[in-house]
């Protein structure tokens, strides 16, 4: 089916497009100039690394891939419960749930059809590194456990060592591209970098350290193009892309959900089970179970009057930030944003929704989840494959990436939320 059709993805988490310049990422500012660079590029919602991660994978929005963030209330045979979709067992957990993992195929799968191999090597939480290949296509090589075709268990000791963080991703690309891009060449070769998102959640946004990161993350980039690039001078046989999945926005305060629709008597108590709220950084979803269901719309209503919720969807109006409609999930709250700029001059603020069991959420660093300007502002840069110097400006979305990669290897790619990314004018 390919020829020689191949292609090579890096995903810096968290690299805000507008953070990207000569001082601290030379390479993708040079990237930018010979390739195509797509400037009204944007993430989903919620725009969190899990949800982000199945809507790459599979070119769709979460309504239809059925991921809908970092946690998710699951009904396990005891009422809804909010999980964490981060850890290594949650795609168990979401298995003997609801019957599947992902609603709609991912990369893998796709290619696997075709006798294609793709090989993941993720340096993120376990749930995002698995959600690019739930079910276990192809390869994936993680830190909590690595898995070939057929879901087996790995024993990967270059994985089992790695550390979020600047050695961690510096470590992992040496390894990506020696072994994986140049000596086992698969159709589709994805790596996903913990940087600048690792240092971002534990740092000030344009701080020293955060910005040492940015610079790392760009140094792995160039590592992983010039390996492409010396294996395929031309670019017509190895398509490349590197981008982010969502950006990040400056904590201005933490808001205890849970707590206030106790307090509104929407939501009985802590624990209980009618209404559940699932905290996704700078929103919220909210699932309700069959006997709350008809307090939806007034929880949807009591949230749209506090100054600190942005956007409020309910029913309906979920599918115009692309959730489902016919979930237990019933309300979506983007918490306020604002442009406020922080003590190192990055633009962007907004509040978290209270997450007990998240240390990452402090208030000062970076957050992201919702619909703020800046957590939408992703990068994404192609070349090769037919990609030519320009900068695209219309917009573009994370579930574009799998569509163009299918188009890459001349297969089928209609069936997705997403379109292949445009060439030329
Ligand atoms: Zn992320």
Redesign the pocket.
Known sequence: MRGDKRTVIV?C??LRRDLIGEADTPFLVELSQRATAFAAHRSVFP????A??ASIATGCLPARHGLYGNTQALDEGDGLVCRNVGAPDFRERMRRATGRTLHVPTLAERLRWHGEVSIVCSN?SPG?AYFQDPDGHGYIYHSAGSYGPGATPIDDPASAGLKKGIAGDQAMTDRFCAEIVEDRAPALALMWLSEP?YTGHHSPLGSPQHRAAIAAADRCVRQVFETVRRLDPSGEDILFMTG???GMETVSEAVDINEILIAAGLKEAPQSRDVVVAPQGISATIFFSEAARGRAAATADFLARENWAGRVVAGATLSEVGLPTDTALQVAVAMATDDRVNPHGVTGYGAIVFNPEDSESKIGFGQ?GGLGANEQRPFLIAEGGGFTARVETRPTCLTDIAPTVLRHMRMDHDDTDGQALPQGA
């Open positions: 995903i988490d968290s725009s969190t690394t899990r982000s991660s993120v995002a998102n982010s999945d969502h992201h």
